[in-house]
């Protein structure tokens, strides 16, 4: 006999199931930011949701008879909900033009960028205001010096750079090891081909949801929808399952069990500005243009975003600094260095791809 985890089921077995990265959402207000206030004391967890290896009909170390099985249709989706729902769609969906879409990624960045927003307003014109933000392969600090004449528009706009940091930190970090589950590892899906897409995706529709006139929650749910439109979102859980089997055994594949590393196949580190999606080479309709999203950089002005916040890292044993940046008198990291990070990150996948063949070619010759 054998067991489909689906996303109703899926809290039911969420200690054996490390992509999922279970935490108890906050209780803080799901209704507008013009209606009730947030409550900045609870700063949110970086995991709000529980989603999604890449792939389908996925194996865990150690649990027999289990897979997992998140695929979902845009019937499934239902209205957002700040900081998370039951009721909510969760899992992965194809889109002509954006590539596979994580729904519990954009999720998280829609309601991330919300809560950054809301304290930016909140520390505006107030000098210096340090933010701690819970720990991730080291202690993690945002500080914020936003002056009084930024705009609630470029306010937005430093919301969304700030979450693709912390969003970005958390590819990088799992990369080197770094788990919520401890000595679990979580490199299996750090910098998977729909992850850092579906952050950056959310992190926009997010924007837009805050210059929204309608409560959040409303907000948040057409313009999910009218975004899908837009990327040409296919309409059957079929289709999204036929995309995954274009791609089995080239971008990922299902006879490596969790948690081991090998099961992701490609990777895309090439995000410190941008993310591209990757689109199924010959499906259906993938003769039209992609949609690239860019990382906000820049207010109204052409000023810098970072120049109004820094977000640094104290890391742990797992990030070889002193290997990375030789010569430096500080153990910190900040977002500046993450160039530095994804050059290093991009190298070491050239390697394990050129190793990975070489094996294929041993074993082809034996």
Known sequence: MKFVIYRTTLHYVKLFIVLCLVVTPLNISAQSIKDDPIDLSKTPPRIIRACCAFGYDLKIWGVPFVSIDQVISIDDLNEHHYMGNKSEGIGTIYTNKGGFIDFGH????????????????????????????????????????????????DCILLAGKITYDLSLWHEISTWYGASTIPFIPEKFSSFSVEDVYSNLLGIHIGMKTLHSELPFNQAATMIIESTLDSLDVVKTAKETYDAYDAINSKWYTNKKRIPSKNITLRRDPDVLTSSRPWIIPNMVN???????????????????????????????????????????????????????????????????????????KQNIQK
């Open 106 to 153: 954009l999720r998280d960045q829609i309601d991330w960028t919300r809560f950054l927003y809301t304290t930016i307003l909140n520390s505006r014109g107030k000098g210096e205001v340090v933010l701690p933000l819970r720990k991730e392969a080291g202690r993690k600090t945002l500080y914020l010096n936003v002056p009084e004449q930024l705009s609630n528009s």
């Open 286 to 360: 993938n003769t039209v243009d992609s949609i690239i999203l860019d990382v906000p950089l820049v207010n109204a002005k052409g000023e810098l975003l970072t120049s109004f916040y820094q977000f640094t890292i104290d890391p742990n044993y797992r990030i070889p600094t002193e290997e990375i940046f030789p010569g430096r008198e500080s153990n910190l990291i900040n977002q500046n260095d993450f160039d530095v990070l994804l050059s290093r990150i991009t190298n070491e996948l050239q390697i394990m791809e050129q190793n990975t063949l070489a094996e294929k």
